[in-house]
């Protein structure tokens, strides 16, 4: 079983910056790939950021230039630096593993840009 955990978010106005965190514990061995993922009211969740096993990434085409993914040097957290944030960041950020032995997720972490 493998255990998320996200933090780092918050209210913050347009233009400030917010730098996310997903810790995780458990059998994380052989892990294909760490996402953030995100959801607003009424829209389905989508993909932000992937950082995979070797030095793949992909963003969103919404966050580029303007989110960075990167993850800790044992490979068991994942962070998302989120500057430039945008009233349309607003959402609940969610934290996301694979692995051969399952799809993980967080319990999530809320992003509200307003003045």
Partial sequence: QVQLVESGGGLVEPGGSLRLSCT???RISGVYG???YRQAPDKERELVALIG???RLE???F???RFTISR???????????NDLKPEDTAIYYCNLVNPWG???GQGTQVTVSP
Avoid: C, E, F, H
Wanted: charged fraction near 10%.
């Fill in 53 to 55: 096993s070797g030095t």
């Fill in 24 to 26: 995780t514990s458990g």
């Fill in 103 to 105: 799809n993980y997720w």
């Fill in 63 to 65: 966050v580029k230039g």
């Fill in 72 to 82: 800790n040097k044992a490979g068991n957290a994942v962070y998302l630096q989120m």
């Fill in 34 to 36: 760490m996402s953030w």
């Fill in 59 to 61: 963003y969103a085409d």
